[in-house]
């Protein structure tokens, strides 16, 4: 990759804005769309969309601040024919991403 698409690449990172949620809630599509981080600020359940045309190639972060449970309808890949969840701790981060049809895990890591 050269100089002029890793500068181009980290400018369109860094246009990202955050949304902030301080209590359970479901994420809508075009947030997921619009968001390239989630920041929860309590303890609380934080729900995806389901996967649709509508959030496919949706890349979303969400971090806790507190101990937050992620809930994805018909679970991870489609694993499961209810809700999945994943739980983080006070501190970690999920990267999740859409492909239309299901959500899959990509990360969970320490939040920065």
């Not at 937050?68 to 694993?79: E, N, Q, S």
Request: proline residues 1%; glycine residues 8%; aromatic residues 6%.
């Amino acid at each position: 990759m050269s100089q002029q698409n890793i500068l181009a690449e980290l400018q369109s990172m860094a246009s990202y804005s955050r949304l902030v949620k301080a209590a359970a809630a479901t994420l809508t599509s075009k947030e997921v769309m619009t968001y390239r981080y989630v920041d929860v600020t309590a303890a609380c359940a934080i729900t995806l969309p389901a996967a649709s045309d509508g959030n496919k190639g949706a890349i979303v972060t969400i971090a806790a601040a507190e101990a937050v449970t992620v809930v994805v309808t018909a679970g991870f890949g489609g694993a499961g024919d209810s809700k999945d969840t994943l739980t983080l701790e006070k501190g970690e981060a999920v990267t999740v991403h859409s492909d239309g049809s299901y959500w899959f895990q990509e990360s969970n890591d320490t939040a920065t």
